[in-house]
């Protein structure tokens, strides 16, 4: 479904060198979700009333102070993507083109009306964003706003994988998209009691992810050919006796 029967072309549209105080007696007459601004008639932002009235700038300033980018989306643009981009951007309105036009506006409460019939039909798994831009806690600030600009995005996860959160969330979703039963533990550190509690069971396939490696001689000693254990782990692993504990190295690469 895309958007090209729920944008309007009603929209308020103000030029940049409008005063504030008339921006916001706009606001205040029409409680329009947010006006565009355009400037010698082509768009260059739009101003919400979110905006005016966490704003301390003055009435005699021109809106054009006050603008703030949004997504721009196509006419034909699907409406999840333009759901996504709402979201991402931070706001409830967002101008449309059809080619280089300004053609109108979209608003969340139009993509809402437009889907809520189809919303207990859909599951994460349709409308998550699959390839994840993500960034580390060292990456530099540079970095960081050169890849908000490549990928038009305003929101980037940072990772902190010491304790392999997600490394474990990887295998886990993997497993149970083969079909596995899973039960998942986060440990901090190797708890022997809760290792004992592990291995009290038998007949199973336990996985160590991002974890383990250092302490394979005591999972080999509590497995006792029990499990079949995969330690996957980038840090170096000690030598193990049972023949059922397999060192898996998390670097390697896909032949």
Known sequence: MDISDIATREFVEVDANKRLGKV?????????????????DAYTGIITQKQLVQSHVEDDAKAGAMIRSAPKVERT???????????????????????????????????????IENLDALTIEQIYTEDVITVEEDTNVGQVVNLLRKHSISRLP?????????????????????????????LEKPYPLVLQKIFEGRNRIVIFADFAGKIAPMISRLNRGGNLVLI???????????????VVDADLKKG
């Open 24 to 40: 916001r007696a706009i606001f205040e007459r029409e409680n329009p979700k947010g006006i565009i601004v355009t400037e010698d």
């Open 77 to 115: 643009a699907d409406v999840r993507k333009v759901a996504r981009v709402l979201v991402e951007g931070g706001t409830k309105v967002a101008p449309v083109f059809q080619g280089e036009e300004l053609w109108g506006i979209i608003t969340e409460d139009a993509i809402l009306e437009a889907v």
């Open 158 to 186: 940072v990772l902190d994988d010491t304790d392999g959160l997600t490394a474990g969330a990887i295998l886990l979703s993997a497993l149970e998209r083969a079909g596995y039963t899973v039960e998942a533990s986060a």
């Open 232 to 246: 996957v782990d980038h840090h170096p692993a000690e030598d193990v006796d049972d023949p059922a504990v397999h």
